[in-house]
């Protein structure tokens, strides 16, 4: 059994920050790949950063600049530092790891909310 435990969503105004952390525990094998999605109200699930476990990182074009995604391998933990947020970074974020065998593990998500 594997869980994710995600924090730090809530409501900011537009320019503020706001930093999310996920910490994975349980019976999971080696964790490669950690990333961050996001849910906008009424769109899919999109991808918003990804991290290997070298450190290399990516970026959705809309969040590069502002966010900052990073990890602690013996803690098996991923943040996404958000910065310069705006109204359209509002929605229910999701951390995603994925073990070297391939396995996939969701955390339930957080709310975030940025206000005009």
């Known amino acids: 059994q594997v869980q994710l435990v995600e924090s730090g969503g809530g409501l900011v105004q537009a320019g503020g920050s706001l930093r999310l952390s996920c910490a994975a525990s349980?019976?999971?094998?080696?964790?490669?790949?950690m990333a961050w999605y996001r849910r906008a109200p009424g769109k899919q699930r999109e991808l918003v950063a990804t991290i290997t476990r070298g450190g290399s990182t990516n970026y959705a074009d809309s969040v590069k600049g502002r966010f900052t995604i990073s990890r602690d391998n013996a803690k098996n933990t991923v943040w996404l530092q958000m910065n310069s947020l705006k109204p359209e970074d509002t929605g229910v974020y999701y951390c995603k790891v994925r073990d070297a065998v391939g396995g996939d593990y969701w955390g339930q998500g957080t709310q975030v909310t940025v206000s005009s």
């Open positions: 349980g019976s999971i094998f080696s964790i490669n790949t």
